[in-house]
């Protein structure tokens, strides 16, 4: 069976692309069918490119996001994904407040699902230095390995 997961970050144009680029290189090496997306809680970067920094960073590492663009979270998203993965703690607090009473999604925080670091939040890179992307795309990557397993056993 394919599952479904959407990462939500707040202007989805850093980190979710990037969990959504890792958990889909991931799951291409893997052989495994999984439906990926991304996501914001806010709505500022709609129909924009990925953060110029998130797109460098992703390339450097092998996977091309240049056509992706943002888009705020709907209504129907907590009916069309099996899973919504949130990147920090705000994130996820947002979700739960607007989920819809007939959601069927199940909605978990990113590092959750990374022993050692359950509750931590991905931190923003948006005002960060350069090198916060990388650390932002270690993070999600280490992450997409543990998730996949995951998916694979669900
Ligand atoms: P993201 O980063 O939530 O990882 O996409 C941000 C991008 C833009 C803004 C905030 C966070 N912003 O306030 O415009």
């Given at each position: 069976m394919s599952h479904s997961v959407l990462f939500v970050c707040?202007?989805?144009?850093?980190r979710s692309p990037l969990a959504e680029a890792a958990l889909r290189h991931e799951c291409a090496r893997a052989g495994l069918d999984v439906v990926i997306d991304s996501a914001g809680t806010g709505d500022w970067h709609a129909g924009q490119p990925a953060d110029e920094r998130a797109q460098a960073v992703a390339a450097r590492n092998g996977?091309?996001?240049?056509h992706l663009r943002a888009r705020q979270v709907t209504a129907s998203d907590f009916r069309d994904f099996d899973h919504i993965i949130a990147l920090d703690n705000d994130n996820l607090r947002d979700l739960i407040a607007i989920r819809p009473a007939r959601a069927t999604a199940k909605l978990s925080l990113l590092?959750?699902?990374?022993p050692g670091r359950e509750g931590e939040d991905v931190a923003?890179?948006?005002?960060?230095?350069?090198n916060a992307f990388d650390q932002t795309w270690a993070e999600v990557t280490e992450a997409a390995t543990t998730i996949r397993k995951w998916l694979e056993t669900a």
């Amino acid at each position: 069976m394919s599952h479904s997961v959407l990462f939500v970050c707040l202007g989805n144009i850093c980190r979710s692309p990037l969990a959504e680029a890792a958990l889909r290189h991931e799951c291409a090496r893997a052989g495994l069918d999984v439906v990926i997306d991304s996501a914001g809680t806010g709505d500022w970067h709609a129909g924009q490119p990925a953060d110029e920094r998130a797109q460098a960073v992703a390339a450097r590492n092998g996977v091309d996001i240049g056509h992706l663009r943002a888009r705020q979270v709907t209504a129907s998203d907590f009916r069309d994904f099996d899973h919504i993965i949130a990147l920090d703690n705000d994130n996820l607090r947002d979700l739960i407040a607007i989920r819809p009473a007939r959601a069927t999604a199940k909605l978990s925080l990113l590092f959750d699902h990374v022993p050692g670091r359950e509750g931590e939040d991905v931190a923003d890179p948006y005002y960060g230095r350069d090198n916060a992307f990388d650390q932002t795309w270690a993070e999600v990557t280490e992450a997409a390995t543990t998730i996949r397993k995951w998916l694979e056993t669900a």
